[in-house]
Nanobody, 126 residues
Framework: QVQLVESGGGLVQAGGSLRLSCAASGRTVSSCAMGWFRQGPGKEREFVAAISRSGGGVIYGDSVKGRFTISRDNVKNTVYLQMRSLKPDDTAVYYC???????????????????WGQGTQVTVSS
């Protein structure tokens, strides 16, 4: 069983930055592919970023490429999402997810991830 707890969300002005954290327990983040997804008001949950088990594979959604960075601290067993140049369209609940089964490099598909956190709200004001 894996527990994922997100934190770091909040209200920020457009152009600002936030760093989200996802603390894992029950499994080391280095043994899973980890991903971040988000769901804006009235929208479907969408892929944001993912990092492979080895850490060597990283992929980003087109809308955040160049602005967001996913990283992992194996000692703290935590995955981070550094968000810069935030836009009002980035407003969403952000979810951390773990893939403990498939073993593929990185995936953009929600169906690949079998554990999810409860989410943290990010609101970007214009």
């Amino acid at each position: 069983q894996v527990q994922l707890v997100e934190s770091g969300g909040g209200l920020v002005q457009a152009g600002g930055s936030l760093r989200l954290s996802c603390a894992a327990s029950g499994r080391t983040v280095s043994s899973c592919a980890m991903g971040w997804f988000r769901q804006g008001p009235g929208k479907e949950r969408e892929f944001v970023a993912a990092i492979s088990r080895s850490g060597g594979g990283v992929i980003y959604g087109d809308s955040v490429k160049g602005r967001f960075t996913i990283s992992r601290d194996n000692v703290k067993n935590t995955v981070y999402l550094q968000m810069r140049s935030l836009k009002p369209d980035d407003t969403a609940v952000y979810y951390c997810a773990a893939d403990t089964i498939t073993g593929i490099g990185v995936s953009t598909s929600l169906a690949t991830y079998n554990y999810w956190g409860q989410g943290t709200q990010v609101t970007v004001s214009s």
